[in-house]
């Protein structure tokens, strides 16, 4: 059974990242972005994802978080994707309902090589503390992109946006966790009628 792990670095004249994820981890994060909700929101997605996560980013955020937010979730899924190589044998799909007191999200995962990002989350206000919820489409995106993954995310309710936000990167966690998984009925088979994704 091969490691399923990858490391990704990135640098631009806007940001500096390292990712380093393993799959079949047991939902460590050592997180450091200098945007402590950021943080907070990946360390969700390591434990409740089971995947291990390392991320060292150094982006231009005395002018905004919008570059470091969206390139992390670039290397992100550049290090997803890696990890799974060929994708021969995982469930390829995964799917997750996560509430927390009011708030409810499901997100759907496709490892499809067809990128594409479908996100219907409405907030109750722009900002959670000093960080603009705007960002959080911006990092999914650039996840969906770089995976090659199709990718669902919907609040279905919620009236308090830390609770949204958490019911979100909990729910992709999960529904990664899901589609990364083996499938040991495929062995080694792709999972599609194409024979490859």
Request: proline share 3%; hydrophobic share 45%; glycine share 10%.
């Amino acid at each position: 059974m091969s490691s399923r792990t990858a490391t990704v670095e990135r640098n631009t004249r806007e940001t500096r990242i390292a990712v380093t994820v393993a799959l079949d981890g047991a939902g460590a994060a050592r997180l450091d972005t200098g945007i402590p909700f950021f943080e907070h929101m990946l360390e969700q997605v390591a434990r409740h994802g089971t995947i291990d996560l390392d991320v060292r980013a150094a982006g231009d955020i005395a002018i905004d978080d919008h570059h470091t937010v969206e390139d992390t979730g670039i290397v992100l899924g550049q290090a997803v994707a890696e990890a799974l190589g060929d994708k021969r044998g995982i469930a390829r799909y995964g799917h997750a309902y996560v509430p927390l007191d009011e708030a409810l999200s499901r997100v759907v995962i496709d490892f499809s090589g067809r990128p594409g990002l479908f996100y219907r989350v409405g907030w109750p206000r722009a900002r959670i503390g000093a960080f603009d919820v705007d960002l959080i489409r911006e990092f999914f995106q650039g996840f969906a992109n770089a995976a090659s993954a199709t990718l669902h995310v919907d609040s279905l309710q919620g009236v308090n946006a830390h609770h949204v936000a958490e019911t979100v990167f909990k729910a992709f966690g999960r529904a990664m966790r899901m589609a990364v998984a083996r499938d040991e009925r495929l062995g080694e088979a792709v999972p599609s009628t194409k024979g490859v994704l």
